[in-house]
T-cell receptor
């Protein structure tokens, strides 16, 4: 049973436009969410987090939105750059826990 | 070092052999995690250490897998009687405390291939 789902395996976006990566979860006890970016042959790199007490968190070009009622979060990248091309994972956990459940990832390709 | 270091970066072993994978966390990070990533999947939790003790080993798939962190720093993941299904990238991560606010810092992983 996949508790964290990223239903789009890949996404292509033109440079300068917005990239929107989506993530759905099934466990209502999840209340911390992370996004990671992964380049080939490297470990995942932490991007941005959000807790369930917020519905939005912003860090530079990256914004994460959380819709708890829909059990849905999204990562917006504006403007997209070719260096953003990577696999993006969302991950979720319950409060005070350390064990994150990861989605299967979305491969983003930003076209120059 | 500045980051999480994992050695070896690649390991090819024959079915039935024993392997050890090493992780050097970021200095001062008390929490250490092992994850496994199979092709086309996200990282899957294996085990979590807080200091020297394994606080949660519920993700270890079976008793062929074991991990230690004897001095609260370096950790070794040990796999006995390897099987082809164990082939994956094994990721180690560390954090100064709980990962909720700032996530883990992952190493580059060890790609294990069992032939």
């Amino acid at each position: 049973d996949q508790q964290v789902k990223q239903n789009s395996p890949s996404l292509s976006v033109q440079e300068g436009r917005i990239s929107i990566l989506n993530c759905d979860y099934t466990n209502s006890m999840f209340d911390y969410f992370l996004w990671y970016k992964k380049y080939p042959a490297e470990g995942p790199t932490f991007l941005i987090s959000i807790s369930s007490i917020k519905d939005k968190n912003e860090d530079g070009r990256f914004t994460v939105f959380l819709n708890k009622s829909a059990k849905h979060l999204s990562l917006h990248i504006v403007p997209s750059q070719p260096g953003d091309s990577a696999v993006y994972f969302c991950a979720a956990s319950g409060s005070g826990t350390y064990k994150y459940i990861f989605g299967t990832g979305t491969r983003l390709k930003v076209l120059a | 070092g500045a980051g999480v270091s994992q050695t070896p970066s690649n390991k090819v072993t024959e079915k039935g052999k024993y392997v050890e994978l090493r992780c050097d966390p970021i200095s001062g990070h008390t929490a250490l995690y092992w994850y496994r990533q199979s092709l086309g999947q996200g990282p899957e939790f294996l085990i979590y250490f807080q200091g020297t003790g394994a606080a949660d080993d519920s993700g270890l798939p079976n008793d062929r897998f074991f991990a230690v962190r004897p001095e609260g720093s370096v950790s070794t993941l040990k796999i006995q009687r390897t099987e082809r299904g164990d082939s994956a990238v094994y990721l180690c991560a560390s954090s100064p405390g709980t990962a909720n606010d700032y996530g883990y810092t992952f190493g580059s992983g060890t790609r294990l291939t069992v032939v």
